[in-house]
């Protein structure tokens, strides 16, 4: 493992002779989290998995060390969003299910419900219709 400037730790493919990450490679920073994946001018790119330091997993397609294209993000406490990413946010068609059963599907925006979706409750109670920054709007169903 190669130690880098910011304290993390690096093992993988780098640009030949240099110090840029490039290709295939796992790096470990101080508070534990680690990236394990593709890596392009010294950033995630490509398919990759982080690990956060706490317990967090996002495994998808990165683009210039930010979730962008479709990823699954699973928290420890078991809920989940699995769908498009844009620059780190939850942008396009997405599912976020939680661990009481209830579940949203349906078209984010920078990270906020917006468009249209279908919320589930917990009860199995539903509403289908059109949600503005993570708020129901309108009648819907």
């Not at 534990?32 to 317990?55: C, Q, T, V």
């Not at 009481?100 to 219709?129: L, M, N, P, V």
Request: proline fraction near 1%.
């Amino acid at each position: 493992m190669n130690m880098l400037e910011n304290g993390a730790q690096y093992e993988g493919q780098w640009l030949k002779g240099t110090q840029i990450r490039q290709g295939k490679g796992m790096q470990i920073w101080p508070d534990g989290s680690m990236y394990e994946g593709y890596w392009s001018d010294s950033k995630a790119n490509g398919k990759g998995r982080l690990i956060h330091a706490d317990g967090d997993v996002y495994d998808g397609n990165w683009m210039d060390d930010k979730a962008h294209g479709f990823g699954i993000y699973s928290h420890l406490d078991g809920a989940q969003y699995r769908g498009d990413w844009k620059e780190d946010k939850q942008h396009g068609h997405g599912l976020e299910t939680w661990p009481d059963g209830a579940s949203y599907e349906g078209d984010y925006i920078e990270g906020r419900k917006h468009g249209r979706g279908c919320f589930t409750w917990a009860d199995q109670s539903t509403y289908t219709g059109e949600f503005i920054e993570n708020n129901i709007e309108g009648y819907g169903k």
